[in-house]
């Protein structure tokens, strides 16, 4: 099992900045990618920034040039640097572990954690 704790959540205004985290514990194998990912409400949840521990990253076009996806691989956090948020950010936010081993994948999820942009 994979325990992810979320952060940095809140209520920010538009052209304002967030960091969340997540940080995992629990038995983590070391080939792992960790992301984030939201759901807005009556919306599928969507991809937002995946980051792997070999250090590869993957934004949303949406976001690519707003936000920043990190790591530290050394406590199993990874980080979401939101810059220039837009009212269209606002979403339940949820941080994502995944691994394959062998064959079997695994995919854990953290409990999300809310932000939201005025105008």
């Known amino acids: 099992q994979v325990q992810l704790v979320e952060s940095g959540g809140g209520l920010v205004q538009a052209g304002g900045s967030l960091r969340l985290s997540c940080a995992a514990s629990?038995?983590?194998?070391?080939?792992?990618?960790m992301g984030w990912y939201r759901q807005a409400p009556g919306k599928q949840r969507e991809l937002v920034a995946v980051?792997?521990?070999?250090?590869?990253?993957n934004l949303a076009d949406s976001v690519k040039g707003r936000f920043t996806i990190s790591r530290d691989n050394a406590k199993n956090t990874v980080f979401l640097q939101m810059n220039s948020l837009k009212p269209e950010d606002t979403a339940v936010y949820y941080c994502n572990y995944h691994d394959r081993i062998m064959s079997l994948e695994r995919d854990y999820w953290g409990q999300g954690t809310q932000v939201t942009v005025s105008s």
């Open positions: 629990g038995s983590i194998f070391s080939n792992n990618a």
């Open positions: 980051s792997t521990s070999r250090g590869g990253t």
